[in-house]
T-cell receptor
């Protein structure tokens, strides 16, 4: 069973601060996704990373995939209240033809104005 | 350009009744996944379906739960004889198929409350 550990579990910061959240595993993933989920809604796909060492930017969000494809990080610059939500990472190895990604438990972020 | 649709958004059932949750995938998507989410517990995989086929149901309880994705119409997750422990948010996600990226697109969820 693949496990994805996300840290921190909770994060409460002021508007304008920077933050980084982490997604770690002992398993190698062929790809990894980051999602954001707002209260009462379903997760929304933010990005997919597939290559070890890959860095992708989405406005103030920077995503990095570890060289060994076992871990990933999400860095938010100058956080805004609109960034509040649950950030989930998900990965799948494709071992045995499985197309079922494993989800971490998420990092709950609150950005105070 | 509709995304994944789920209905109803909220469902209240008394213990012992049946709950039927519907999911229409994004246009062009032939794969559907169902997940259950409880506060502080993340998303738990239940079942993975293609049209007319159950590919993996390893996360779904053997009793009272069933799922289908017919050739025509939405995917259905059925819970028979509901109990209070079934109260949760149920999400479906769709994907275009067996792709390398495993990207999924989620619906808004159905919040089931068992009284």
């Amino acid at each position: 069973t693949q496990l994805l550990e996300q840290s921190p579990q909770f994060l409460s910061i002021q508007e304008g601060e920077n933050l980084t959240v982490y997604c770690n595993s002992s398993s190698v993933f062929s790809s990894l996704q980051w999602y954001r989920q707002e209260p009462g809604e379903g997760p929304v796909l933010l990005v997919t990373v597939v290559t070890g060492g890959e860095v992708k930017k989405l406005k103030r969000l920077t995503f990095q995939f570890g060289d060994a494809r076992k871990d990933s990080s999400l860095h938010i610059t100058a956080a805004q209240p609109g960034d509040t939500g649950l950030y989930l990472c998900a990965g799948a190895s494709g071992v045995g033809g499985s197309y079922i990604p494993t989800f971490g438990r998420g990092t709950s972020l609150i950005v105070h104005p | 350009n509709a995304g994944v649709m789920q209905n109803p958004r909220h469902l209240v059932r008394r213990r012992g009744q049946e709950a039927r949750l519907r999911c229409s995938p994004m246009k062009g998507h032939s794969h559907v996944y169902w997940y259950r989410q409880l506060p502080e517990e993340g998303l738990k995989f239940m079942v993975y379906l293609q049209k007319e086929n159950i590919i993996d149901e390893s996360g779904m309880p053997k009793e009272r739960f069933s799922a289908e994705f017919p050739k025509e119409g939405p995917s259905i997750l059925r819970i028979q004889q509901v109990v209070r422990g079934d109260s949760a948010a149920y999400f479906c996600a769709s994907s275009p198929g067996r792709t390398h990226s495993y990207e999924q697109y989620f619906g808004p969820g159905t919040r089931l409350t068992v009284t």
